[in-house]
């Protein structure tokens, strides 16, 4: 059985910093291109940033580039996202999702989300 | 940036009903579209990709259709189950992008 499970989350400051990570599980995690996708309070989704297996392909939205770092370690089957410089717009659920095996795939499954304050 | 419109916002629809959404993009992606399904609480399921096919254990009255820039999601008989908000997402690119959802609510 696929599992993610996200962690990290909590309040922040603005202009701090925070990590939050995915725990993979039930799949060759090393196989497949991962992503982070977040949604803010009452919003839709918005797609963050996503890395290919071998770390051969990163990308991010043009909301968070520059600021965020999204990364992975195919030995602990986990995906990271550092989040530096922090907004208020930056708030809301975290998910870590898994995309395919090729490049442009949808997102086959899904964590539950780790929830992220920016607020003073 | 590819932006995907959704329609409508909100459809009332009673149980038993067909209900149609639409998501259009705003250039083309050819049939790298897919739909998601979110109830309240709980993380996005995906439902269709590559425009028309139905992801592993979704029921066959979920159908998608569409390519380039026009595409629907059709629920042929509704189930109590199925009242939710729906995203389309294009995967055409590697900055993908998901439609503002449609809120499918009980009629």
């Known amino acids: 059985e696929v599992q993610l499970v996200e962690s990290g989350g909590g309040l922040v400051q603005p202009g701090r910093s925070l990590r939050v990570s995915c725990a993979a599980s039930?799949?060759?995690?090393?196989?497949?291109?991962m992503h982070w996708v977040r949604q803010g309070p009452g919003k839709g989704l918005e797609w963050v940033s996503g890395?290919?297996?071998?770390?051969?392909?990163?990308a991010y939205a043009d909301s968070v580039k520059g600021r965020f770092t999204i990364s992975r370690d195919n030995a602990k089957n986990s995906l990271y996202l550092q989040m530096n410089s922090l907004r208020g717009e930056d708030t809301g659920l975290y998910y870590c999702?898994?995309?395919?095996?090729?490049?442009?795939?949808?997102?086959?499954?899904w964590g539950q989300g780790t929830p992220v304050t920016v607020s003073s | 940036e590819i932006v995907m419109t959704q329609s409508p916002v909100t459809l009332s629809v009673s149980p038993g009903e067909r209900a149609t959404l639409s998501c259009r993009a705003s250039?083309?992606?050819?049939?790298?579209l897919a739909w998601y399904q979110q109830k309240p609480g709980q993380a996005p399921r995906l439902l269709i990709y590559?425009?028309?096919t139905r992801a592993t254990g979704i029921p066959a009255r979920f159908s998608g259709s569409g390519s380039g820039t026009e595409f629907t999601l059709t629920i042929s008989s509704l189930q109590s189950e199925d009242f939710a908000v729906y995203y389309c997402?294009?995967?055409?690119?590697?900055?993908?992008?998901f439609g503002q959802g449609t809120k499918l609510e009980i009629k």
């Open positions: 999702a898994k995309g395919g095996t090729g490049l442009l795939r949808p997102f086959d499954y």
């Open positions: 039930g799949f060759t995690f090393d196989d497949y291109a």
């Open positions: 890395i290919s297996w071998n770390n051969g392909h990163i």
């Open positions: 250039q083309s992606v050819r049939s790298n």
């Open positions: 590559d425009a028309s």
């Open positions: 997402q294009q995967y055409n690119n590697w900055l993908y992008t």
